[in-house]
């Protein structure tokens, strides 16, 4: 079978019956086609453990696309991004199988082991002066236009550390909210619906948001610009939590995502099973949400320290 013809096949069915998003449809394609250019793949018995191995190898010796100025050709393309390509040629593998159309087993394709992800993470010191800062700045402004917007951010803070929403998801939501419940239903990636809770903090802060807007706008947060008002983004999410940043004195990167590691951190930290974490998260693997469980090795050691050993001396 033509590998272009496959592919197409495959991509169709991702997005139909899998419900992947746009974006990762586009990536697979990048990433298949980029593959088949290079091992001059034209059916889909061509692709071989062979040609796999040259193409990593061709990968390995690409260059980095996070090369700063001045230092262009130093570095190689990081693996979390080879594997990439690999987990698309590994999907596409399955596919096949599952169409039974003669291929490599996809098990042949494995991925580099990468190092332990670091997680932007910061103290309860600084997460408790990030969400005081909009109401601070609230209590000095005297402009009506940016009284509200201040209320916003601190509605958009307490929100995402209360749920663990990813910022795409937050600016995805509606003004219909129903703050009489604590929970409400959002949409993820792959168009997965889940539940997340609402702190008596967040919905508080949402209320006084929305009774102090005058616009009909549907978005639950919209940029305040004057006469031009319009949903907000997650860039100008990023851009207004940086100022906060600053006025807080946090000299570490904290970004909206930030938050929802502190979310599930909190979480943890307090006694919730990772299970019920990646529920929450809307994580589609356990194996994404195991990144967060070295916070509680702290913990972990206290409780050695306190009953290990006791009947030695």
């Known amino acids: 079978m033509q590998a272009e013809s496959a592919k197409r096949q495959f991509l169709e069915y991702i997005?139909?019956?899998?419900?992947?998003?746009?974006?990762?449809i586009e990536n697979y394609?990048?990433?298949?086609?980029?593959?088949?250019?290079?091992?001059?793949?034209?059916?889909?018995?061509?692709?071989?453990?062979?040609?796999?191995r040259e193409f990593r190898l061709w990968l390995n010796r690409q260059p980095g696309s996070?090369?700063?100025s001045g230092n262009v050709g130093s570095g190689t393309m990081k693996r979390r991004t080879q594997n990439y390509y690999?987990?698309?040629?590994?999907?596409?593998?399955?596919?096949?199988?599952?169409?039974?159309i003669e291929a490599i087993s996809p098990e042949k394709i494995e991925l580099a082991k990468l190092p332990e992800r670091q997680l932007d993470l910061i103290t309860p010191a600084e997460l408790e002066r990030l969400m005081k800062?909009?109401?601070?700045?609230y209590a000095k402004e005297t402009n009506d236009d940016k009284k509200v917007n201040y209320l916003r951010d601190r509605a958009i803070l307490e929100l995402l550390f209360s749920t663990g929403l990813r910022v795409s998801e937050l600016c995805a939501l509606n003004a219909d909210l129903d703050l009489s419940r604590d929970e409400?239903?959002?949409?993820?990636?792959?168009?997965?619906?889940?539940?997340?809770?609402?702190?008596?903090?967040?919905?508080?802060?949402?209320?006084?948001?929305l009774k102090a807007r005058k616009d009909m706008e549907e978005a639950?947060?919209?940029?305040?610009?004057p006469n031009a008002l319009h949903r907000i983004?997650?860039?100008?999410?990023?851009?207004?939590l940086k100022a906060y940043v600053a006025r807080a004195g946090i000299t570490s990167v904290v970004t909206p995502h930030t938050l929802r590691h502190a979310f599930a951190t909190d979480l943890l930290s307090n006694g919730a099973d990772i299970r019920s974490v990646q529920q929450l998260l809307g994580h589609a693997s356990i194996n994404t949400t195991q990144i967060y469980t070295h916070i509680t090795d702290s913990h972990l050691r206290e409780i050695h320290k306190k009953f290990h050993g006791k009947s030695r001396g």
Do not use: C, W
């Open 29 to 52: 394609d990048r990433y298949l086609t980029r593959y088949f250019e290079q091992m001059k793949i034209k059916n889909v018995g061509d692709i071989t453990e062979q040609n796999v």
């Open 86 to 100: 690999m987990i698309a040629l590994r999907a596409f593998l399955k596919f096949l199988r599952k169409r039974d």
């Open 66 to 68: 996070t090369q700063r």
């Open 15 to 24: 997005e139909i019956e899998r419900g992947r998003a746009v974006k990762t």
């Open 133 to 137: 800062a909009p109401g601070e700045a």
């Open 220 to 225: 639950l947060f919209v940029d305040g610009r």
């Open 233 to 240: 983004t997650p860039r100008d999410i990023q851009r207004h």
């Open 184 to 209: 409400l239903s959002v949409r993820g990636k792959g168009e997965k619906v889940r539940v997340v809770f609402l702190s008596s903090a967040a919905k508080e802060a949402v209320r006084d948001y």
